[in-house]
């Protein structure tokens, strides 16, 4: 695979004190068939008025030659026509496109990235090109030979003479300088810090979407207690409840527990499972999946909150089906069945199977909600009806809007927000002795928790 060098170009260019700057040193050693050249408007004038690139490019080639090597590089000059290359903002821009330019004209070759010349500036943004960029590339350092830089003239000085500089260059003649200084300058520095940065801020943003199956994927130097409690939360979002279960066993020392609750009920964890994964389809925007998963939810709730009620005798649960019956409760409680019929404005002798609006019905017809839940269940049926086939039958994405739209009683409209307050206030009325309320913000809690050790850098990346 050959190599092009993509590189900035400052007043160590293109030599300096007698040594090589940056550019030649890695031509020098890695022999590039190209070099694209990002000048600022200084560097531009310079070379307007000496030809030093021209002239460097040249002498290389002539110097290979002498030595038996074959090399004719190709110089691209590119004039960014940046006057201020120390505001980072202002360089960004016009580098990158070049950049990019100069990748899709080189499909099949190795990028070097020359780390070492140009402005501070210059030098970062080709650092983050080192680590973070879709293309085949190599950052390369060159590091400076040890003479005092105080006693060099800057290459952008009125007495540079490039003709001069190039005819005495002691990196031509290694075997004039000191046998410390006989080396090859370049390496390859494997960018670490920028690395571990990167690597961080990319496990925060997967984090914010809470996609613990992709930070599991990037989680090989994360100490084993996050990657233990990022295997947990990942099952226990994809309601792997067996899973998640043996999995918080190990993990022993948060500081805080994974399933408050006052008691101990196989239900009531099954049931809050669910619902915390409706809280987390509300956060993330997910609102097709949200309505969709709304009616398996809303329909045990329901179920659970009736058991409690004078319509516990007439409902029977069997294999995860819930059938009511009815005739039952027409001869044994005749009352109550013409209060639920008046509610429902239909005949319900034939209805067998139970559903979120016979359930909502029924509900109603008992004393044990407050106005503010009766009105709000009464929303939910009316968004059942309106957004649920449409969500599973039709290429339609729901929009937080068609929620607030569709979720109605009255003139009060519920947002998906306000629907998850709700079916928590009811989850907790369901189950007085279990419920507790902070389960209801585990996921946050943990993900501080990531969050924190993240940013503190007590996880090794």
Do not use: W
């Not at 040594?19 to 050693?29: E, F």
């Not at 050249?37 to 490019?57: C, G, N, P």
């Not at 690597?199 to 090989?220: G, I």
């Not at 239909?346 to 139970?354: G, I, V």
């Amino acid at each position: 695979m050959d190599d092009i060098l993509f590189t900035c170009a400052g007043t160590s260019d293109p030599v300096r004190g007698n040594r090589d700057g940056g550019i030649l040193h890695i031509m020098r050693y890695y022999h590039p068939k190209r070099v694209y050249l990002f000048l600022s408007q200084q560097i531009a004038d310079l070379e307007a008025q000496d030809h030093r690139f021209e002239k460097t490019f040249q002498h290389m080639q002539e110097y290979c030659a002498a030595h038996g090597v074959v090399y004719q590089p190709e110089l691209i000059i590119h004039n960014s026509g940046l006057d201020d290359v120390s505001k980072i903002d202002l360089v960004e821009e016009p580098l990158l496109e070049y950049f990019t330019s100069a990748a899709v004209e080189n499909p099949n070759c190795r990028i070097l990235l020359n780390l070492s010349s140009g402005t501070p500036q210059m030098k970062t943004l080709m650092q983050f090109l080192s680590v973070d960029s879709p293309y085949h590339v190599l950052g390369v350092q060159v590091d400076g030979p040890q003479q005092n830089k105080k006693d060099q003239s800057r290459t952008d000085n009125e007495t540079y003479n490039v003709d001069y500089e190039l005819a005495t260059n002691f990196d031509d003649e290694p075997d004039c300088l000191p046998e410390g200084e006989r080396r090859n300058r370049t390496s390859e520095p494997e960018m670490f810090a920028i690395k571990h940065q990167r690597h961080r801020h990319q496990l925060l943003k997967l984090l914010e979407r809470q996609d613990y199956d992709a930070m599991l994927d990037m989680s090989q130097n994360l100490p084993k207690q996050l990657q233990t409690l990022l295997q947990h939360l990942n099952a226990r979002n994809n309601l792997q409840s067996e899973e998640a279960y043996k999995l918080s066993k190990e993990l022993t020392e948060l500081g805080f527990p994974l399933y408050p609750a006052m008691k101990s009920d196989s239900h009531y964890r099954d049931l809050s499972e669910y619902y915390l994964l409706l809280r987390n389809l509300q956060k993330l925007g997910r609102y097709s999946e949200f309505v969709l998963r709304l009616n398996p939810f809303l329909t045990e709730l329901l179920y659970t909150l009736l058991m409690q009620t004078e319509f516990t005798g007439c409902l029977k649960k069997s294999n995860g089906r819930i059938d009511v019956a009815t005739d039952v409760l027409n001869s044994k409680q005749p009352e109550l069945m013409k209060r639920l019929q008046a509610e429902a404005q239909r005949t319900l002798l034939d209805y067998k199977n139970f559903s979120i609006f016979l359930g909502i019905s029924m509900l109603l017809v008992t004393d044990t909600l407050s106005d503010a839940h009766r009105n709000f269940l009464r929303a939910c049926n009316a968004l059942n009806t309106a957004q649920r086939n449409t969500a599973a039958h039709q290429l339609h994405a729901v929009l937080e809007e068609d929620i607030k739209h569709d979720c109605f009683f009255g003139i009060k409209h519920y947002g998906s927000a306000e629907i998850v307050q709700k079916l928590g206030e009811l989850l907790a009325q369901a189950y007085p002795d279990v419920c507790d309320k902070s389960l209801f913000r585990i996921y946050d809690r943990c993900n501080d928790y990531i969050k924190a050790h993240l940013q503190l850098g007590t996880a090794n990346l």
